[in-house]
């Protein structure tokens, strides 16, 4: 079993929408976790981070974590065709390092 | 404020050779990190490093090196080439290990 599960798509939806991206690690002593961009051809940006249970937005974009089913998501709202990369998530085992497993990423095409 | 460069962007080796990257972090990043990229595998984590000293290492073969200098740049070496490799190699850096990583453009090996 991989410890960082994502689909890997691709997730397709109309300009506007709200994405959903799913995440799922195995390790219940993970304590932090990260959401990723990458466009193609590029390096991942951050785009949020996550540690308490529950939704944390930013803009566009709401983390939510739930720790008891080992479960974080992305939402983007009002999605747009600028959205459209490979969204990595990743988790963090302890505090105090940039040791950060990742998933392999969904791909997510917004179309006009 | 410069971003994480890495060096050389592009190389190609043969099998056998040896290759060194170099990672220059953002200024006043003490923690820098490096991830192998490959379709495959996505994003592995090779090694961390932080104030000269490696805190971490990920699961690969000892072919697999690295050192950080007093100035925060950091170095990954990469002995006895194998075909696998072959892959998108990324240094990140952080202000101080809290996974909020900054990557770098990427070294692309390929080995032939």
Redo the contacts between chains.
Sequence with gaps: QKEVEQNSGPLSVPEGAIASLNCTYSDRGSQ?F?W?RQYSG?????IM?IYSNGDKEDGRFTAQLNKASQYVSLLIRDSQPSDSATY?C?V?LGG??????????TRLQVFP | KAGVTQTPRYLIKTRGQQVTLSCSPISGHR?V?W?QQTPG?????LF?YFSETQ??K?NFPGRFSGRQFSNSRSEMNVSTLELGDSALY?C?S?Y???????????SRLTVL
């Excluded at chain 1, 105090?96 to 990423?105: A, H, M, N």
């Excluded at chain 2, 595998?41 to 984590?45: A, I, N, R, S, V």
């Excluded at chain 2, 101080?96 to 990427?106: D, K, S, V």
């Design positions: 932090s990260f990723y590029k390096s991942p940006e951050l981070f990595l990743a963090r105090g390092t940039d040791k950060l497993i990742f998933g392999t990423g | 923690s990190s991830y595998q996505g994003l592995q984590f961390e805190r971490n990920g990324l990140a952080s101080r290990g809290t996974g909020e990583l900054f990557f770098g453009e990427g």
